[in-house]
């Protein structure tokens, strides 16, 4: 006599790495979009209905009606670093455990940032628009002239672990003088570590070359940078965006660079993305990147297997990797 074992069920809500729902499916039964389609809410919410675990993309708002219309539902495991998607006080009462991918994508998304860095004060990309577009007949002593990287001054706002991969790499590779704004001050070892010396944000935005925003998106966060932020920044000033889109108001800072009231702005994150204002679609002082920061091969694949890691681990071993709300989380049991 046979005797049927049930395996937890899970749903992928996007494509993913073939070898990431191979392993997977060795554990569980597997529900992918393979398609990579748009579902809609009403979509996922039947699909998820049935499912003890999702892994998902920091795309989808897992809160309180959802949870209430997933009965199963254990743990959300997504393959991001960002969780502002999840309704982390809705989870932990409903008893859904919520983990995110933390550390693997931090390097990678340092060097986006000074990718975006060395674009926008460099105007790589707006002096390559101009090369194809068959305007290039001469060569002028001021063509394109940018702001200088090293040695100059660069303000990072959120000092996490990529925010200090970013200070590492700002101090160590370009002798720059790095200064941060945190919630949290940094402890004194880690401080020297990174070469950064904390000051307030005011500070920060009147004294940086350059500022890089790498605060987790939040209520607090909201618009960390808006008109009066702005209007602190230095006119030679370059923003950086590689947080979130809502930490920086878009529609100010269309209209700071129009008026040229900053230098140029590279952004990989933007309100209501993938739409992008057509206010900065429209001026040329800004590097614009489809949310691509920690988009590597190699970084991809171990931010999704770190998902999986997190699905198996609790849904096999009852041990999580990286967890967010297991603080007073009383887990739902199989139904
Ligand atoms: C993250 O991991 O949060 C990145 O922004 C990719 O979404």
Same mark, same amino acid.
């Given at each position: 006599m046979s005797i049927a074992v049930t395996r937890p069920r899970i749903l992928v809500t996007r494509a993913i790495f073939p070898e990431v729902a191979e392993r997977l499916s060795e554990h569980f039964d597997v529900e992918s979009n393979a398609a990579d389609d748009d579902w809609s809410r009403d979509e996922l919410l039947r699909r998820l209905?049935?499912?003890?675990?999702a892994l998902t993309? +920091?795309?989808?708002?897992?809160d309180a009606d959802l949870l209430a219309r997933c009965p199963r539902l254990k743990i959300c495991a997504n393959m991001?670093? +960002?969780?502002?998607?999840?309704d982390l006080d809705a989870m932990r009462t409903a008893g859904v455990l919520g983990t995110n991918a933390p550390d693997v994508l931090t390097e990678t998304t340092a060097d986006f940032g000074f990718a975006l860095l060395m674009a926008t004060a460099r105007r790589v990309t707006e002096s390559e628009h101009f090369l194809r577009a068959g305007k290039w007949t001469r060569w002028q002593y001021?063509?394109?002239s940018g702001a200088e990287v090293h040695g100059s001054t660069l303000g990072i706002i959120g000092m996490g672990r990529i925010g200090q991969a970013i200070a590492r790499r700002a101090a160590f590779g370009f002798g720059m003088q790095v200064v941060y704004h945190n919630r949290n001050r940094l402890d004194a070892a880690l401080e020297a570590e990174c070469r950064a010396t904390y000051v307030s944000k005011q500070e920060l935005l009147k004294t940086a070359d350059h500022v890089m925003l790498v605060v987790p998106y939040s209520k607090e966060s909201h618009h960390t940078i808006g008109v009066a932020e702005l209007a602190l920044m230095k006119p030679t000033a370059t923003l950086i965006n590689i947080a979130r889109g809502g930490i920086v108001d878009d529609v100010a800072l269309a209209a700071a660079l129009r008026d040229q009231r900053i230098a140029a702005a590279g952004l990989?994150?933007?309100?209501?993305?993938?739409k992008v204002h057509p206010d900065l679609l429209a001026c040329s002082n800004v590097v614009l990147t489809p949310h691509i920061a920690s988009a590597t091969v190699g970084t991809r694949r171990a931010m999704a297997m770190l998902a999986v890691d997190n699905l198996i681990g609790y849904l096999v071993h009852g041990k999580p990797v990286t967890p967010l709300n297991a603080a007073g989380l009383v887990a739902r049991t199989a139904v």
């Amino acid at each position: 006599m046979s005797i049927a074992v049930t395996r937890p069920r899970i749903l992928v809500t996007r494509a993913i790495f073939p070898e990431v729902a191979e392993r997977l499916s060795e554990h569980f039964d597997v529900e992918s979009n393979a398609a990579d389609d748009d579902w809609s809410r009403d979509e996922l919410l039947r699909r998820l209905q049935d499912k003890d675990g999702a892994l998902t993309f +920091g795309l989808e708002r897992i809160d309180a009606d959802l949870l209430a219309r997933c009965p199963r539902l254990k743990i959300c495991a997504n393959m991001t670093v +960002g969780y502002n998607n999840f309704d982390l006080d809705a989870m932990r009462t409903a008893g859904v455990l919520g983990t995110n991918a933390p550390d693997v994508l931090t390097e990678t998304t340092a060097d986006f940032g000074f990718a975006l860095l060395m674009a926008t004060a460099r105007r790589v990309t707006e002096s390559e628009h101009f090369l194809r577009a068959g305007k290039w007949t001469r060569w002028q002593y001021e063509m394109f002239s940018g702001a200088e990287v090293h040695g100059s001054t660069l303000g990072i706002i959120g000092m996490g672990r990529i925010g200090q991969a970013i200070a590492r790499r700002a101090a160590f590779g370009f002798g720059m003088q790095v200064v941060y704004h945190n919630r949290n001050r940094l402890d004194a070892a880690l401080e020297a570590e990174c070469r950064a010396t904390y000051v307030s944000k005011q500070e920060l935005l009147k004294t940086a070359d350059h500022v890089m925003l790498v605060v987790p998106y939040s209520k607090e966060s909201h618009h960390t940078i808006g008109v009066a932020e702005l209007a602190l920044m230095k006119p030679t000033a370059t923003l950086i965006n590689i947080a979130r889109g809502g930490i920086v108001d878009d529609v100010a800072l269309a209209a700071a660079l129009r008026d040229q009231r900053i230098a140029a702005a590279g952004l990989d994150v933007f309100e209501g993305e993938p739409k992008v204002h057509p206010d900065l679609l429209a001026c040329s002082n800004v590097v614009l990147t489809p949310h691509i920061a920690s988009a590597t091969v190699g970084t991809r694949r171990a931010m999704a297997m770190l998902a999986v890691d997190n699905l198996i681990g609790y849904l096999v071993h009852g041990k999580p990797v990286t967890p967010l709300n297991a603080a007073g989380l009383v887990a739902r049991t199989a139904v």
